[in-house]
């Protein structure tokens, strides 16, 4: 979908201290091997006390504040998350309206895994063209307890705690939003559930999340070539979508903003998106030193392009999400 007087006007981040790869391989939580497989530095981790929705307000309020927005001039907050965040039969977004203030918003949560945050982007885009409200708050953070999941034990990615948020506006900004798109391949739902009954999952005292062991019961009966074609399908379906829409070619993208995964899994995106794009041209280098931050990547790549001054005037900006189900969305921005 293409956009017209739509524009990110303000991006924040709220990171807890990290801890590098080098002491969870000393600690026996992470091997050498997928050390140098995955190429990950460290990973951000929140300390005792930190909580979800209080990173993703500090974060929110930083968007706010370089968006010139007053909270109570938001039309739109979503919220993005992987983890409940809290207790169950709560609300996590109403608790960041609270905090902001935002009292006359609409809001909601969208759970979308890991593309939860760029689904957030392209709903909010449809309601701020559909609607009188000139500003959309996008929230997304995650912390992924030990007693809940190890971070390290994975390798197409390292988990990290964190929230990112993204302001968009109608009436100017940092970046205008050029356009939109959104893939999905439901046959790869079970990817990330391999033989979990669906229905109630209480989880178990001292039962952890095993994604490994659950992707590979469903490769046992589909087979891993055939899953890995339909993942890059999915990337290059939605890529070519959105190029197509603004009659530009890959080589036109300047930045590409991926989620935070490891390093073999971005080269083999960028084959499907843009085979002559190399490492550099994405946010490889800050990713790997926070780890996946759930919905929460896109944001927080492209505040870390926006704060280190690596964008000009006329860039084009590829961000590009993913989320087990399996979706896929990607939105390209051009930097005012």
């Known amino acids: 979908m293409r956009w017209r ?8 981040v709220a990171l807890p201290g990290s801890v590098s790869a080098r002491q969870a391989i000393a600690e026996g939580l992470y091997t050498r091997e997928q050390w140098e497989a995955g190429g990950m530095l460290s990973a951000a981790v929140a300390a005792e006390g930190d909580t979800a929705v209080d990173l993703a307000v500090t974060a ?7 968006g010139r927005c007053r909270a109570g001039d938001l039309g739109l907050i979503l919220h993005a998350s992987l983890l409940a965040g809290g207790p169950d039969i709560w609300n996590p977004a109403s608790y960041i309206q609270r905090e902001l203030v935002a009292t006359h918003a609409f809001v909601a949560g969208v759970r979308d895994a890991s593309n939860g945050g760029m689904a957030s982007f392209e709903l909010a885009a449809a309601y701020l063209s559909a609607r009188p409200v000139g500003f959309a ?10 007693c809940y999941l190890n971070r390290w034990h994975y390798a197409s990615c390292v988990f990290g705690d964190g929230a990112g948020a993204l302001l968009l506006s109608r009436t100017g900004g940092f970046a205008r939003v050029l356009a939109t798109a959104t893939a999905s391949d439901p046959e790869l739902e079970a990817l990330s559930r391999g033989a979990v009954p669906v229905g109630t999952y209480p989880p178990r005292p001292g039962e952890t999340i095993d994604l490994n062991q659950r992707a590979a019961r469903y490769l046992e009966t589909h087979g891993r070539e055939e899953t890995c074609v339909r993942v890059s399908r999915g990337f290059g379906t ?9 009659g530009m070619e890959p080589r036109d993208i300047d930045r590409i903003v991926t989620a935070h995964v490891a390093r073999d899994r971005i ?12 490492l550099e041209r994405t946010t490889w280098e800050f990713a790997r030193t926070v780890g996946h931050l759930g919905a929460a990547d896109q944001f927080a790549g492209l505040h870390h392009l926006q704060r280190s001054q690596s964008l000009t005037p006329g860039d084009h900006v590829l961000l590009l999400g993913v989320g087990v189900g399996f979706t896929w969305s990607a939105a390209m921005l051009e930097v005012t």
């Open 137 to 146: 708050l996008l929230t997304a953070a995650d912390l992924w307890p030990a």
């Open 5 to 12: 007087d739509l524009y990110v006007s303000g991006v924040g």
């Open 60 to 66: 929110a309020r930083e968007a706010l504040d370089q």
């Open 238 to 246: 939605v890529v070519h979508d959105l190029l197509a829409q603004l």
């Open 267 to 278: 080269r083999d995106q960028l084959a499907a998106i843009c085979p002559d794009c190399g």
